[in-house]
């Protein structure tokens, strides 16, 4: 049969929330163009209703997530790079399209977030070597301090990095055992709602990481007043919208992860994601739990630790 004649195949975008790809609650959709106004697909348009499934799947995921061994969730980080690096051409696609890119430097794109997946598994075991350890006390004791998961981390992605961007964001938050609501770029969402196809079908557990498309600051108003969200990365609002999460993250005394200088106008255009990303993001949804333990003779054998 000749090309002519055959009917192209749309591909439907879905949202992802507790490993399963469901239509927005609200039946909506938007079109999402390219960076010429062409039109690319039509994406879900989240409701709240979709935000508050997204962290009650996100809740449910967190107790087996960060009680897997640190080990066990760079092995899980690392199978999602393995995953996009066989579907590079797919996101090299819709990078160039998104990001209105050629396609060398959307490959560069692609090929610096699959290192930065691989960048963030290598670090989950070792990141309590530098946000944790022993502490010097006074008297006979051990004096420890390790670093845990916060929680339900709400993250708003960059708005328009929409692939490396995403990745950068999403990946410190898991690393360290926390679950994430991602709320993804707005007018660039293809790139985060191919990612949930990817995170399905790896070893990713269900729900923890959720992605939302839609209006930025009509989902992210309930997941900063949300009572059982912990935390909140406001990489991807603008200052104004920012100020008004901060104080209905207050709340429930929610860690907020400020818009860095570059990020401030909400555009992240110019944040370098190619650069170094430090550890910042790793350390920024940890809370410190710190142990005292007797030292000394216990029991009848004089055991000592």
Do not use: C
């Amino acid at each position: 049969m000749s090309d002519q004649n055959r009917l192209g195949v749309f591909k439907t975008y879905k949202l992802y929330v507790g490993g399963k790809f469901p239509r927005s609650e609200s039946g909506r959709v938007y079109e999402v163009t390219d960076s010429k106004g062409q039109w690319l697909a039509n994406a879900p348009l989240s409701s709240r209703k979709d935000a508050r499934d997204a962290v009650v799947a996100a809740r449910k995921a967190f107790g087996g997530w960060s009680g897997a061994t640190a080990y066990n969730r760079g092995q899980v980080l690392y199978r999602v790079a393995e995953m996009l690096e066989g579907r590079k051409e797919q996101f090299v696609r819709e990078v160039a399209a998104a990001e209105g890119l050629s396609k060398s430097k959307a490959a560069a794109v692609v090929d610096a977030a699959v290192d930065r997946w691989v960048w963030y598994a290598g670090w989950t075991d070792k990141i309590g070597q530098i946000s944790g350890g022993a502490n010097p006390v006074a008297g006979p004791f051990f004096n420890l301090s390790t670093p845990e998961p916060t929680g339900v981390v709400a993250v708003l992605a960059p708005q328009k990095s929409s692939f490396l961007g995403l990745v950068s964001v999403i990946a410190p938050v898991i690393a360290t055992g926390n679950t994430a609501v991602v709320i993804a770029s707005a007018d660039a969402p293809l790139p985060a709602l191919s990612l949930g196809e990817v995170l399905a079908t790896s070893d990713v557990p269900g729900g923890v990481v959720n992605i939302l498309s839609g209006a930025t600051a009509e989902l992210a108003a309930p997941l900063a007043a949300h009572q059982d969200v912990n935390a909140i990365d406001l990489t991807g609002a603008g200052a104004e919208l920012a100020k008004e999460l901060e104080i209905a993250a207050a709340d429930n005394l929610k860690r907020v992860l400020r818009p860095q200088p570059a990020e401030a106008d909400g555009s992240d255009a110019s944040t370098d994601w190619l650069a170094a990303p430090g550890t910042h993001r790793l350390t920024a949804f940890l809370e410190t739990k710190t142990v005292w333990h007797p030292t000394g003779a216990l029991g009848a054998a004089g055991s000592s630790y």
